[in-house]
């Protein structure tokens, strides 16, 4: 019910008035230089009691830092299968592009001059047999930006493990960033055999997972770096947050559309999208999805499958794309109320046969 930890003694007082039928308690301030960040505060019994500040409980953006690791548990045989789906789902979901070196091939465009002539002195200098070189695909690198602040701390360790399957399917493509209100990059961390040494190693990396969010100032961060800048360069981003942004949502909209123009897409998945009444109706989400190319929703391996096999159909389709499904979402939903006859007060509707 708050928004800042500083207003939990009037908080008290409100709670000890109306729940305990008017006996209001003295709240008991703790010293400035108490390091453990606790608040006491006196019960109905007259006993004290310590709640300990907990920034980023998991129901809204906190603007508050923590420091300090987290561990994210083992995985379950089920997350394991769902990780084995994901290993071959990536691989045949990411988008492809003509490498730079060229490739002996049985046909293509481009003689292979070298090997004709070859083969022409083999032949006493007659044009006996065409060769030809071609530019084999390869997969396009894929940045993935995954947000570990407070409010996504029931969804951060299936997550995490989401792009480890990611790094491990293609280690040489995928780049894995975390951020809440600082920026890490993780992808050295999630190179290590095995998935629960791999979530160890980013426990010890990330150091602001649960914490407050800075959604703009984390991305600000990405695009002044010039070497995180040429890892966005013509790759698929995708940013997995739920777009709860502190304050002025400004920066990460600009943020985005950078990232926008960079990419060859942006895809943006939140949890909040895995709900069907979902709509990004606030000021940030409003803000970003011009400019993005598709809004799904992941808060799980599951549904992390589920989007990763969209992908090719996010390619395939037209730029910035997400912001004109919406629109004819918003429309067919205000149609089809319109179309439904109104139902009296007091009457149950009856279904259609």
């Given at each position: 019910?708050?928004?800042?930890?500083?207003?939990l003694?009037?908080?008290?007082?409100?709670?000890?008035?109306?729940?305990?039928?008017?006996?209001?308690t003295?709240?008991?301030?703790?010293?400035?230089?108490d390091?453990?960040?606790?608040?006491?505060?006196?019960?109905?019994?007259?006993?004290?009691?310590?709640?300990?500040?907990?920034?980023?409980?998991?129901?809204?953006?906190?603007?508050a830092?923590?420091?300090?690791?987290?561990t994210?548990g083992?995985?379950?045989?089920?997350?394991?299968?769902?990780?084995?789906?994901l290993?071959?789902?990536w691989?045949?979901?990411?988008?492809?592009?003509?490498?730079?070196?060229?490739?002996?091939?049985?046909?293509?465009?481009?003689?292979?001059?070298r090997?004709?002539?070859?083969?022409?002195?083999?032949?006493?200098?007659?044009?006996?047999?065409?060769?030809?070189?071609?530019?084999?695909?390869?997969?396009?690198?894929?940045?993935?930006?995954l947000?570990?602040?407070?409010?996504?701390?029931?969804?951060?360790?299936?997550?995490?493990?989401?792009a480890?399957?990611?790094?491990q399917?293609?280690?040489?493509?995928?780049?894995?960033?975390?951020?809440?209100?600082?920026?890490?990059?993780?992808?050295?961390?999630?190179?290590?055999?095995?998935?629960?040494?791999?979530?160890?190693?980013?426990?010890?990396?990330?150091?602001?997972?649960?914490?407050?969010?800075?959604?703009?100032?984390?991305?600000?961060?990405?695009?002044?770096?010039?070497?995180?800048?040429?890892?966005?360069?013509?790759?698929?981003?995708?940013?997995?947050?739920?777009?709860?942004?502190?304050?002025?949502p400004?920066?990460?909209?600009?943020?985005t559309?950078?990232?926008s123009?960079?990419?060859?897409?942006?895809?943006?998945?939140?949890?909040?999208?895995?709900?069907?009444?979902?709509?990004?109706?606030?000021?940030?989400?409003?803000?970003?999805?011009?400019?993005?190319?598709?809004l799904?929703g992941?808060?799980?391996?599951a549904?992390?499958l589920?989007?990763?096999?969209?992908?090719?159909?996010v390619?395939?389709?037209?730029?910035?794309?997400?912001?004109?499904?919406?629109?004819?979402?918003?429309?067919?939903?205000?149609?089809?109320?319109?179309a439904?006859?109104p139902?009296?007060?007091?009457?149950?509707?009856?279904?259609e046969?």
């Amino acid at each position: 019910m708050l928004s800042d930890i500083a207003g939990l003694a009037a908080f008290d007082r409100v709670f000890d008035a109306w729940f305990v039928h008017g006996l209001v308690t003295e709240v008991v301030t703790p010293p400035p230089d108490d390091v453990d960040g606790q608040v006491t505060s006196s019960g109905e019994n007259g006993a004290i009691s310590t709640m300990e500040e907990r920034p980023g409980g998991g129901v809204e953006a906190s603007a508050a830092a923590t420091t300090g690791g987290r561990t994210f548990g083992r995985s379950d045989a089920r997350q394991r299968d769902l990780m084995r789906s994901l290993l071959v789902a990536w691989p045949a979901s990411l988008p492809v592009i003509p490498s730079r070196r060229r490739r002996p091939a049985r046909s293509g465009r481009t003689l292979d001059m070298r090997r004709v002539w070859r083969q022409a002195r083999r032949d006493g200098g007659e044009l006996t047999r065409l060769r030809w070189r071609t530019r084999p695909p390869r997969a396009r690198r894929l940045l993935l930006l995954l947000d570990v602040s407070g409010s996504l701390k029931r969804h951060t360790p299936d997550l995490l493990r989401l792009a480890y399957t990611a790094r491990q399917a293609a280690p040489a493509r995928t780049e894995v960033f975390t951020f809440g209100t600082q920026l890490t990059r993780i992808t050295g961390a999630l190179s290590g055999a095995g998935v629960d040494p791999a979530l160890a190693a980013v426990s010890r990396a990330v150091t602001d997972a649960d914490g407050g969010t800075a959604i703009g100032e984390a991305l600000r961060r990405f695009l002044a770096n010039p070497r995180y800048l040429a890892l966005a360069r013509g790759a698929l981003i995708v940013v997995i947050s739920d777009g709860l942004e502190r304050g002025d949502p400004t920066d990460m909209v600009r943020a985005t559309d950078r990232l926008s123009r960079l990419g060859h897409r942006l895809v943006w998945w939140s949890p909040l999208a895995c709900s069907p009444t979902y709509r990004p109706v606030t000021r940030g989400m409003a803000g970003l999805l011009p400019h993005l190319d598709h809004l799904g929703g992941v808060q799980d391996l599951a549904t992390g499958l589920s989007e990763v096999e969209r992908i090719p159909a996010v390619v395939a389709g037209p730029r910035r794309a997400a912001w004109r499904l919406f629109t004819r979402e918003r429309e067919h939903d205000r149609h089809r109320r319109r179309a439904s006859p109104p139902v009296a007060p007091g009457r149950p509707a009856v279904a259609e046969r």
